[in-house]
């Protein structure tokens, strides 16, 4: 017989006021905490301030004792670990069970997580299962003095609006957020914490097979959010031939490409190099935005960048109100001229070091 599926209006009713503390969902891969966790652990800390409250972080797998306390170097005053090798290949139901499992027992008032590929499966598996709501992709956190609500706050569908969205009477308050929203804080090995070691003794039942695991990112290839150097392209390269050039002017200074969403979505560049409101927040030191006509969206990905060049055929482009330089013309003229340039002063540069 189909389970009856409850409407939220059939929940059991929960207190709220017995969930206590800002909790980060730790993510680990490879044997690292993923950069976005240590982000939100600092976001958790100023809230947490705010509140009079603590900052907790879960952090579970296989091996990753040894992790447990660098959770505290960014914010933490509790971490829980379950170290179990039942956890050593991820799989989203079982990880979802556990950090379930920890929030139920602990009652947190608000639940973070990276809005990672990982972050983005497990979150509304969680909050599904603790029967809560979720704010995927917020991109800041306000509390109200009045009340001590959290308010979660995102811009719905790319409207030029904030939501500000706060859940009532459920518990934990649950929101999901990209990498580099928040600054990562400075790791401090003085600040103290407490590390509490939690066993699962159920039966972990992941309910699928694991076949094989492909990591998608190249190893020597750098991510959009970690790099310095961005030569990123739009729909005005006009064919997927147009990211050679940018790829040539990349490579001489060191950086890496990415795209709009309409360069993704024409496949000239894969999804994990979109820039913008529904790809990836960057921060290089210099963006250039060849051909992109500068959408509200895709401006979003960027505010954090220190200097960003545009280079568009359009003189009245919005691109160029958010740009600190800007060159107005054919981008296929304008390239292999700034290339040129670039190899000249780089010859001069290295026949001086010679002489
Ligand atoms: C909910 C939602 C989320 C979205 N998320 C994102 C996101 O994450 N990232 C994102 O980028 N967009 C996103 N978008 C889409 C966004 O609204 C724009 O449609 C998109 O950014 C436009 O991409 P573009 O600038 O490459 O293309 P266009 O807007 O078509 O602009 C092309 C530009 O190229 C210029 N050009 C043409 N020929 C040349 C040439 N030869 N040399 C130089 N310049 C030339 C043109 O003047 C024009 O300014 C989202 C939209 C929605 C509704």
């Not at 008032?109 to 603790?130: C, K, S």
């Not at 790099?227 to 940018?246: H, Q, R, T, Y």
């Not at 006509?293 to 482009?317: L, M």
Request: charged share 30%; proline share 6%.
């Amino acid at each position: 017989m189909a389970s009856k599926k409850m409407l939220c209006s059939e929940w059991e009713p929960i207190n709220p006021m017995e969930y206590k503390g800002i909790w980060v969902y730790v993510e680990v891969e490879g044997g690292h905490i993923h950069e976005a966790s240590l982000q939100l652990l600092g976001e958790a800390r100023r809230i947490a301030d705010e509140l009079d409250t603590y900052v907790g972080a879960v952090i579970i797998g296989y091996g990753i004792k040894e992790l447990a306390r660098e959770p505290i170097y960014y914010g933490a005053d509790k971490v829980f670990v379950v170290d179990d090798p039942r956890l050593e290949k991820y799989y989203p139901n079982l990880y979802g069970d556990v950090v379930c499992k920890l929030a139920k027992k602990h009652k947190p008032e608000a639940l973070l997580v990276g809005g990672t590929m990982r972050g983005r499966e497990l979150a509304p598996y969680i909050a599904n299962n603790l029967k809560t709501g979720i704010t995927a992709d917020l991109t800041s956190i306000e509390v109200d003095k009045e009340t001590g609500d959290i308010i979660l706050i995102r811009p719905p569908f790319g409207a030029w609006m904030l939501a500000h969205i706060k859940t009532r009477n459920r518990r934990p308050v649950m929101g999901s957020v990209r990498p580099n929203i928040f600054p990562t804080p400075e790791r401090n090995e003085d600040r103290d914490g407490e590390v509490i070691e939690e066993t699962i003794d159920e039966v972990l039942d992941p309910r699928m097979e694991y076949l094989e695991y492909t990591p998608i990112e190249k190893a020597e290839e750098i991510p959009i959010e970690k790099a310095d150097i961005i030569v990123s392209g739009g729909k005005g390269l006009g064919s997927k031939e147009g990211f050679k050039l940018l790829e040539e002017l990349a490579e001489l200074l060191g950086g890496v490409i990415a795209g709009s969403r309409k360069a993704v979505d024409a496949g000239w560049i894969p999804h994990d190099r979109q820039v913008g409101q529904t790809g990836k927040t960057v921060k290089p030191n210099i963006y250039f935005a060849v051909g992109i006509s500068g959408a509200a969206q895709h401006i979003f990905g960027i505010r954090e960048a220190k200097r960003v060049v545009a280079i568009n055929i359009d003189p009245d482009a919005p691109i160029f109100e958010n740009a600190d330089y800007g060159i107005v013309g054919d981008y296929k003229e304008i390239i292999p001229a700034l290339i040129e340039v670039i190899k000249e002063m780089k010859m001069k540069k290295s026949g001086s070091a010679k002489n």
